[in-house]
């Protein structure tokens, strides 16, 4: 009696649910075309205050060329390509109407373009026009302790939609690696819209990791402890991703800067036709007029790491090293030898980092031969690449590695992580001649540095040389080439 009861029960509720399919399939279509109405509307509206704004004195219509880029004063490679982009459109495109999107409320615009001279030894030709961004703080990583990826990606589309409801341009181009905002663009602003794409947001080396439950910065040892939790984070990874494709995949020319990226965003965001690699513009002629011989003012040898204190950077990794190579004397009758970090702190997580760095290296007991550099001139960072013997890269899967650049060029011997950009695009063999060394462990990096430092100067040199004729192909007359083919299809 009690079991036909419930089959009854059970019949009934089925028909209740039946009976509000159509009704619910109804209220939803309804909806999804209310708001299809709406997002057209604004559209409309946009385009209405796009073309208001673009009119220039002289009634004819000017082409507005926006750049997405919160972080602008940062200071770091990202911000070199943003620079560098700019002077090359606005040689070829002189009329144009140029706006940078920042979020760096802090500082007016020509103390932004000050820092660009400064710090990169670039002076625009024609004037840009800033929009500053109140909503930064919904795209910091430090506002999301958990589900970080996607609480940065929605941060992102607000901070985007901020950004639209300020100016609407002709051209978008997301150029730090904000890939949900070009839908946003694309479909409501009706821009043609480009990226730069210097990292990923998630990589299938990501997924790796969370699969393989290795630890990682972004990889937390509770969760690779806890299968369970593994396997709930490896379900949102790949949610994450097929998201991060179907956004990506709106973009009508991607640029990206390695061979290591290019393989990601293939994968991610299926764009093969409209995908090519613009390797980042690196300052290679400034530091050509180095000498390449090993000067004497000071006794010992120096080791510079150039990056910016973010977490992927590893720089733990570095004074590690250097306090192996110290403590286990690996170099006989070893000189003095210094450690210098140098780099851009973007916001007071950076400075936490670095405070970090430094209590480190007093655990260590390696704090008289470390120093830190943060934030300075670029004239200053020419001079201690020119005193240097080393330059030191630790960040795994590294997108590609200016920095890296940067100490060849300045005639330094390399010694990078064995990953990534380094890998694949950089520290490769010149017509059969080395032009630096990868690393890996911590035990690596400190016997490489013995090693490199064990070298008679000659061998050094030859080295240096190698390297230097090698990264030509990374100067900012290729970079301009490249960027100007690339977006050439965003102003047809």
């Not at 699969?211 to 972004?218: A, S, Y």
């Not at 998201?243 to 290591?260: A, E, H, Q, R």
């Not at 010992?300 to 992927?312: D, I, M, N, T, W």
């Not at 490489?448 to 070298?455: C, K, R």
Request: hydrophobic share 40%.
């Amino acid at each position: 009696m009690a079991v036909g009861e419930r089959s009854w029960c059970l019949c009934k509720l089925l028909r209740f649910f039946y009976s509000l399919f159509f009704p619910g399939l109804i209220v939803c279509g309804t909806l999804c075309v209310c708001l299809v109405i709406v997002l057209w509307g604004i559209r409309l509206l946009l385009q209405r205050k796009k073309k208001l704004v673009s009119t220039s004195k002289n009634g004819k219509n000017q082409m507005v060329i926006a750049f997405f880029h919160p972080y602008c004063n940062a200071g770091g490679g990202g911000e070199r390509v943003l620079w560098c982009a700019l002077r090359a459109l606005q040689k070829k495109y002189p009329e144009a109407v140029y706006v940078v999107y920042t979020g760096d409320v802090n500082v007016n615009g020509q103390q932004i373009l000050e820092g660009a001279f400064r710090r990169f030894n670039i002076r625009l030709i024609h004037p840009v026009q800033f929009v500053f961004l109140r909503k930064r703080y919904l795209v910091e990583d430090s506002l999301y302790p958990h589900f970080t990826l996607l609480g940065q990606s929605l941060g992102s589309i607000f901070l985007g939609w901020e950004a639209l409801m300020q100016c609407v341009p002709d051209v978008y181009i997301d150029s730090m690696g904000y890939a949900f905002t070009l839908p946003l663009f694309k479909y409501i602003g009706g821009c043609q819209v480009g990226s730069y794409v210097h990292y990923p947001t998630i990589s299938t080396d990501m997924l790796s990791v969370v699969k393989n439950q290795n630890i990682g910065f972004n990889n937390a040892a509770f969760i690779t402890r806890n299968p369970f939790l593994s396997k709930v984070k490896l379900i949102y990874y790949y949610l994450f991703a097929f998201i991060y494709g179907l956004v990506g995949s709106c973009s009508d020319v991607v640029m990206v800067n390695s061979s290591w990226t290019l393989n990601h965003i293939l994968s991610l965001w299926k764009v093969g036709n409209c995908t090519n690699i613009v390797y980042p513009p690196c300052d290679v002629q400034t530091f050509l007029d180095i000498p390449l011989h090993e000067k004497k003012m000071t006794p010992g040898h120096l080791l510079v790491s150039v990056g910016q204190f973010r977490p992927e950077k590893n720089h733990p990794l570095q004074i590690r090293a250097f306090a192996k190579l110290l403590n286990k004397k690996m170099v006989e009758s070893p000189p003095s030898l210094k450690l210098v970090l140098i780099g851009g702190c973007r916001n007071k997580d950076d400075e936490l980092r670095v405070n970090q760095l430094r209590r480190l290296s007093e655990d260590l007991g390696v704090q008289e031969h470390v120093e830190f550099k943060i934030n300075i001139p670029f004239d200053e960072l020419k001079n201690y690449l020119s005193e240097a013997t080393i330059g030191l890269h630790t960040m795994w899967n590294e997108h590609f590695g200016i920095g890296v650049v940067e100490c060849m060029a300045a005639g330094t011997i390399i010694l990078a992580h064995n990953s990534g950009g380094p890998k694949l695009d950089i520290v490769v063999p010149h017509e059969g001649d080395i032009t630096g060394f990868l690393a890996e462990s911590e035990e690596d990096y400190a016997e490489t540095i013995a090693h490199i430092l064990s070298m008679s100067a000659e061998k050094r040199l030859q080295i240096r040389k190698s390297a230097r004729a090698s990264v030509s192909r990374f100067s900012d007359q290729e970079f301009e080439v490249t960027f100007l083919s690339s977006v050439e299809k965003l102003f047809k």
